[in-house]
């Protein structure tokens, strides 16, 4: 039986996550913004490193960073508005399809359940009316969205060109005898987040492939944009590909034909597959070394706290948790809890396969 101080230590433990899941969720706003600006600089900061030893001073090694961050945002947009025009000029047809297609199930549904078209008007009615607001909201998302990519932008800067600052900071949290520790546990969290962040890029460019071949093939309209936004959502762990998948099954059920949307199907198929078993724990996965079971409870739990991003920033947060477990004492318990206890992660394994096979290259 646990004795009274033990179940004092739970209590406290319970509390602690209680007041830490309310501070994040009424808070989210500012939180999300500081944890994508700051995961953005531990990726970039081997950036502005490798310039500082070149001789250029900090401020421009991090401004000249974050710029490369955004001419690479820019290309990406550009090239998708593009695509996005194209398909622009064909959205008449687009919604005459879907009109085609919404009379087609309204005459089954009448015939087969006995629904009227009536009554599905009477309860889609006020959705309809609500499509201004809709586009109120779209308009306030869009700006809100511009906003916070500035404030990453300036956060990110920041972290950046005062990173050695935040890092003495955590190291004189320690006693004298344990600040290289600390240190250690500093270069291991920017390890994680740099290979989750890199993996996480490498595997949306691989699965943009994936799908530019595959839609080439079929022959489906606007396929690299379909293949880029299919790509896109794979940043979201686990169902990011499946639920990408949905716009270019409707493009191909509403402007090609059954067959081709019965192919687009298993093109996202195959590829979800390719993500799960080769990508994820090759190239992404393996970097944050969490067991199966916290990683999707982490997912539920962002996507409740934070929503998307929750779901995108929850899983690299565990495995910087996880490593501050590691390094501080009485509690290691937590970080072998929700870690896998791989002796050696694949995607690592992975990598020292890669650089051996250039290196061998190089020699010869």
Known sequence: MLQSSGLARINRILLFLILISITLYFGREAFVLITFSGLLAMLLAPISRS????????????????????AAATVVILLLSAQIASIGKEMP????????????????????????????????????????SLLTGLLKGTIGFIGGFVIVLVFTFLFI??????????????????????????????????????????????????????????GLKDGLLLAAIAAIAAIIPYVGT????????????LMGSINQSFWVVIIILVVNVIDHYLIEPYIVGGSINISPFFAIFILILGGVVWGIPGI?????????????????????????LIGDQRDESASEKFWERMLGLFKRRKKK
């Open 161 to 218: 060109l005062q990173r050695d600052k935040y890092e003495n900071f955590v190291v004189m949290l320690y006693r004298e005898e344990e600040r290289e520790d600390a240190k250690n546990m500093i270069e291991k969290i920017s390890k994680v987040a740099q290979q989750y962040l890199a993996g996480k890029l490498v595997a949306v460019v691989i699965i943009a492939i994936l799908y530019i071949i595959g839609f080439s093939v079929i």
């Open 312 to 336: 995108i920033l929850f899983l690299p947060l565990l495995g910087i948790l996880k490593i501050v477990f590691e390094n501080v004492e009485g509690l290691s318990p937590y970080a072998y």
């Open 51 to 70: 310039l500082e030893k070149h001789g250029i001073s900090r401020v421009i090694s991090s401004m000249v960073s974050v710029l490369i961050f955004v």
């Open 93 to 132: 047809q687009i919604i005459s399809k879907f009109q085609d297609s919404v009379s087609d199930l309204q005459s089954w549904m009448n015939n087969n359940l006995g629904i009227t078209s009536e009554q599905i008007k009477d309860h889609t009615s006020g959705a309809l009316s609500n499509a201004g």
């Open 242 to 253: 499946l639920i990408g998948g949905l716009a270019p099954f409707f493009i191909a059920l």
